[in-house]
């Protein structure tokens, strides 16, 4: 139960407040996150995130990684939160977006690790450094590395061509 004035939560004999800041990146920090898949993710997030009643108070997806400004109860640990959104987020992704697989070995959508922070009293300062993040990203340019492709982009496309020869005769 959420009390209004100072934003804390109780459970039967507990009072808590325990908000994180957390980045998590994709594999090889390749910038796909936009456009559908972006909405997609951000609704996957939204519902993994309700299924383990954990509030997103602010959260941002940036072209290669996200920020989230989450508060966990003090019954979940963080890092089985994370092993949780990440996983199941990628069986989801892979799920709905077929393609994506091939340029991901292994089914691995997200990098191993994540940064995590705890916010205390600074809310309103992570929530603007989250917001913020758009602008920095456009300063300074991440560094992208060489994309896979799909094995079998080769073998439609000739198949296409000798279906369309086919047709033609």
């Known amino acids: 139960m959420r009390n209004q004035n100072n934003g804390t939560y109780s459970l039967a004999?507990?009072?808590?407040?325990?908000?994180?800041h957390?980045?998590?990146t994709q594999k090889y920090r390749r910038k796909i996150i936009y456009g559908a898949l972006r909405a997609e993710i951000g609704k996957i997030l939204r519902e993994l995130c309700r299924r383990k009643d954990v509030e997103i108070i602010e959260a941002y997806a940036m072209p290669?990684?996200?920020?989230?400004?989450?508060?966990?109860?003090?019954?979940?640990?963080?890092?089985e939160f994370m092993?949780?959104?990440?996983?199941?987020?990628?069986?989801?992704?892979?799920?709905?977006?077929?393609?994506?697989?091939?340029?991901?070995?292994?089914?691995?959508?997200?990098?191993?690790?994540?940064?995590?922070?705890?916010?205390?009293?600074?809310?309103?300062?992570v929530q603007k450094y989250i917001q913020d993040q758009a602008k920095e990203d456009l300063i300074s340019d991440q560094i992208s590395m060489v994309e896979y492709y799909d094995p079998f982009e080769k073998w439609l496309k000739s198949n296409s061509i000798k279906k369309d020869r086919r047709k033609k005769k």
């Not at 009072?15 to 994180?20: A, F, T």
């Not at 989450?70 to 963080?78: D, F, G, Q, Y």
């Not at 199941?88 to 709905?96: D, G, L, P, V, Y």
């Open 13 to 20: 004999h507990t009072r808590w407040k325990c908000q994180y």
């Open 83 to 125: 092993g949780y959104l990440k996983g199941k987020s990628t069986m989801i992704i892979f799920e709905r977006y077929a393609h994506t697989k091939y340029k991901y070995g292994n089914r691995h959508f997200w990098s191993r690790g994540y940064y995590v922070s705890t916010v205390g009293g600074n809310k309103q300062a």
């Open 22 to 24: 957390i980045v998590f």
């Open 64 to 79: 290669d990684h996200i920020h989230m400004l989450v508060s966990i109860p003090p019954n979940e640990r963080v890092s």
